[in-house]
C-alpha cells in the first residue's frame, strides 16, 4: 500500500495501469515497457491485466450490477463466464442487487460493484485509489478483506492508494510517500 500525501497518487496509479502515459521514464509490467505498446495495444493490456478501482465507483448509470461488471468483458468482446460471474456477485454481497442501477445502490454497494467490474477479468494487478474514502467504517472493512481475498485466493497483486493507516496496517508492504519522495 502507498499513502501519499498530494504527491501525485492518481497520477502514480494511472502510469501503473497505462492510463496515462508518462513524459520520461518507463513503466515496466511482466518484463514488458508498457509504453512501447501502441494505443489499441495498450487499451487491451488495460483491460485484460489491470483492474482499477476508483474512489468515486465511476459507474455506468444506465447500466445495472451485473452489467457493469461485465462491461470490460463486453469491451473485449470476450465470452462471460457466468459461473465466474454468479461467484463474483455472491463474494460481493449482490445477490440481490444484480440488477439494480448504482443511484439505487449503496455507497459500499457501489464500491463492491466497481470492485466486480476490477476483478471480472482476473487481472494480475488490482490498483486502487482510496477505495474505502468514502464509505462507512463497516464498508470500509468488507472492501478491505474482499481486497485481501483477491490476493490470497486468486494470486493478484493490489497496489492500494490510501491515507487511513488503519487499512494501510493490513498490507503486506507499506510505502509512503510525502512531496514525491519515499519517506
Known sequence: MLE???SGKSTLLHLIGGVDRPSSGKVFIDGKDI???????????????????YQFYNLIPILNV???????LN???REINKKRLDELIKILGLENRRKHLPNELSGGQQQRTSIGRSMITNPA?????EPTGNLDS????????????????Y??????ITHNMEIAQVADRIIKIEDGQIV
Do not use: W
Request: hydrophobic share 40%.
Open 66 to 72: 451485473e452489467e457493469n461488471i461485465t462491461l470490460p
Open 138 to 153: 463497516k464498508s470500509s472493512n468488507e472492501i478491505v478483506e474482499l481486497l485481501k481475498k483477491s490476493n490470497k485466493e
Open 35 to 53: 509504453y512501447k505498446f501502441n494505443d489499441d495495444e495498450l487499451a487491451i493490456f488495460r483491460r485484460r491485466q489491470v483492474g482499477l478501482i
Open 155 to 160: 494470486n493478484q497483486t493490489i497496489i492500494m
Open 75 to 77: 469491451l473485449d468482446n
Open 125 to 129: 494487478i488490482i490498483l486502487a485509489d
Open 4 to 6: 501519499l500525501h498530494g
